[in-house]
């Protein structure tokens, strides 16, 4: 039995973070319905071990139907921007007095309320409100975005499912459901208290952008080029890792500058990517094979490293980054494996209506009233026994 297999979740269809908070949760067994609007083409890819409900969500008739479905969740996410479930009448007030047990976990940009909380934003944009946008990037050069990770799915999307199963704790003991409020700015400002204690107490993060430790400033914490035009990435930070990773470029018979010298740290980068540069990827990465240097190959989901030869044992790293899989691994409980890449991971809007109207216990007729008056839409009716 899968850890979640228990709660039935109700997804509103929306980008990025909300299918991901809806993919973890099932992943780990959860009953995750992804209710779609019953005109156009979804392009979620998040839809793994989901199914769909598509409903005009103009009809009253299919806004009745939600409700009564409502009833009989444990969750329902929120992935619009504040007010807009409320327009349908799907606000929180609403399906807490009808539900008092559900959990409604709210996805927005900037919060449910206070500034920009009804502007539209990105990843970037909430980042950059966060506060964490600010310290990424090199010295003297533009703040630097990662691709949308940080803000849409950390502080998000994996923020959501936290706040989720902490609301699902808490109500073993109360009874009670609750809003979780999971804006991606909060979420992604929670993920920076690290640096933001180290920055304000002048630790670490005490100088500018760029031109501290673990911020592109160190040449310990850093990314060299190859001969072979590839990567490699280096975090050899405490003493005894950084004197392995000397070793293993071959300077330990060099006199070199203190580690933590900062006044040498530009002197010593051109120093190590000139080492790095007379040699490829695939044997910087046999060099560093089994040692404590802190160095890895900067890997890629789509080819190996050329030339390498493979090992699958604890004293090799990989030859290519694997895909991703559910995490964390629970040892009695594991979440469901990824095999492979689907063929279509797309989830057509409305493929399972009839299917979970029937398990949800809807009359027969009232489903095809439904589907007459266009209120529902299953894209496999001809197909289904009513």
């Given at each position: 039995?899968?850890p979640?297999s228990?709660?039935v979740?109700f997804e509103?269809a929306?980008?990025?973070?909300?299918?991901?908070?809806g993919?973890?949760l099932?992943d780990?067994g959860?009953?995750?319905?992804?209710?779609?609007?019953?005109?156009?083409?979804s392009?979620?890819?998040?839809?793994?071990?989901?199914r769909?409900?598509?409903?005009?969500?103009?009809?009253?008739?299919?806004i009745?139907?939600?409700?009564?479905?409502?009833?009989?969740?444990?969750?329902?996410?929120?992935?619009?921007?504040?007010g807009?479930?409320?327009?349908?009448?799907?606000?929180p007030?609403?399906?807490?007095?009808?539900?008092?047990?559900?959990?409604?976990?709210r996805?927005?940009?900037?919060?449910?309320?206070?500034?920009?909380?009804?502007?539209?934003g990105?990843?970037?944009?909430?980042?950059?409100?966060?506060?964490a946008?600010?310290?990424i990037?090199?010295?003297?050069?533009?703040?630097?975005?990662?691709?949308?990770?940080?803000?849409?799915?950390?502080?998000?999307?994996?923020?959501?499912?936290?706040?989720?199963?902490?609301?699902?704790?808490?109500?073993?003991?109360?009874g009670?459901?609750?809003?979780?409020?999971?804006?991606?700015?909060?979420?992604t400002?929670?993920?920076?208290?690290?640096?933001?204690?180290?920055?304000?107490?002048?630790?670490i993060?005490?100088?500018?952008?760029?031109s501290?430790?673990?911020?592109g400033?160190?040449?310990?914490?850093?990314?060299?080029?190859?001969?072979?035009?590839?990567?490699?990435?280096?975090?050899?930070?405490e003493?005894?890792?950084?004197?392995?990773?000397?070793?293993?470029?071959?300077?330990?018979?060099?006199?070199l500058?203190?580690?933590?010298d900062r006044?040498?740290?530009?002197?010593m980068?051109r120093?190590?990517?000139?080492?790095?540069?007379?040699k490829?990827?695939?044997?910087?990465?046999?060099?560093?094979d089994?040692?404590?240097?802190?160095?890895t190959?900067?890997?890629?989901?789509?080819?190996?490293i050329p030339?390498?030869?493979?090992?699958?044992?604890?004293?090799?790293?990989?030859r290519?980054?694997?895909a991703?899989?559910?995490?964390?691994?629970?040892?009695?409980t594991?979440?469901?494996?990824?095999?492979?890449?689907a063929e279509?991971?797309?989830?057509?809007?409305?493929?399972?209506?009839?299917?979970?109207l029937?398990?949800?216990?809807?009359?027969?007729?009232?489903i095809?009233k439904?589907?007459?008056?266009?209120?529902l839409?299953?894209?496999?009716?001809?197909?289904?026994?009513?």
């Amino acid at each position: 039995m899968l850890p979640l297999s228990n709660l039935v979740v109700f997804e509103m269809a929306g980008l990025a973070p909300a299918p991901f908070a809806g993919m973890i949760l099932a992943d780990f067994g959860a009953n995750v319905i992804r209710v779609d609007r019953s005109k156009g083409h979804s392009t979620d890819v998040l839809t793994r071990n989901k199914r769909s409900i598509a409903l005009d969500l103009k009809n009253p008739e299919a806004i009745n139907v939600l409700k009564d479905l409502f009833k009989k969740a444990d969750v329902v996410l929120d992935p619009f921007r504040p007010g807009v479930m409320e327009k349908l009448g799907l606000g929180p007030e609403v399906l807490l007095q009808e539900n008092p047990r559900l959990i409604y976990a709210r996805l927005s940009g900037f919060g449910q309320s206070g500034p920009g909380s009804k502007a539209a934003g990105h990843d970037i944009n909430y980042l950059s409100i966060a506060g964490a946008l600010g310290m990424i990037g090199r010295q003297g050069e533009a703040p630097f975005f990662p691709m949308n990770i940080l803000a849409d799915f950390a502080g998000g999307g994996l923020m959501c499912v936290m706040g989720i199963l902490m609301a699902v704790v808490e109500r073993f003991s109360s009874g009670k459901g609750q809003v979780v409020d999971a804006n991606l700015t909060a979420g992604t400002s929670y993920l920076t208290t690290f640096p933001y204690l180290m920055q304000n107490y002048g630790l670490i993060w005490d100088s500018e952008r760029g031109s501290n430790m673990l911020d592109g400033g160190a040449p310990f914490y850093e990314v060299y080029k190859t001969k072979d035009e590839r990567y490699m990435a280096v975090g050899a930070i405490e003493p005894q890792f950084y004197a392995s990773f000397i070793q293993k470029l071959g300077l330990a018979d060099r006199k070199l500058p203190n580690q933590l010298d900062r006044e040498a740290w530009p002197e010593m980068k051109r120093l190590f990517q000139d080492v790095f540069s007379q040699k490829t990827q695939a044997e910087w990465t046999t060099i560093f094979d089994g040692s404590d240097a802190c160095t890895t190959p900067v890997l890629s989901f789509q080819e190996r490293i050329p030339n390498a030869t493979s090992f699958n044992d604890a004293d090799h790293w990989p030859r290519q980054a694997a895909a991703p899989q559910p995490a964390p691994v629970l040892s009695r409980t594991p979440a469901m494996p990824v095999t492979g890449n689907a063929e279509n991971p797309f989830l057509e809007p409305g493929s399972h209506s009839v299917e979970l109207l029937t398990q949800f216990n809807v009359d027969k007729d009232q489903i095809k009233k439904l589907l007459k008056d266009g209120a529902l839409v299953d894209s496999s009716v001809a197909k289904s026994r009513l």
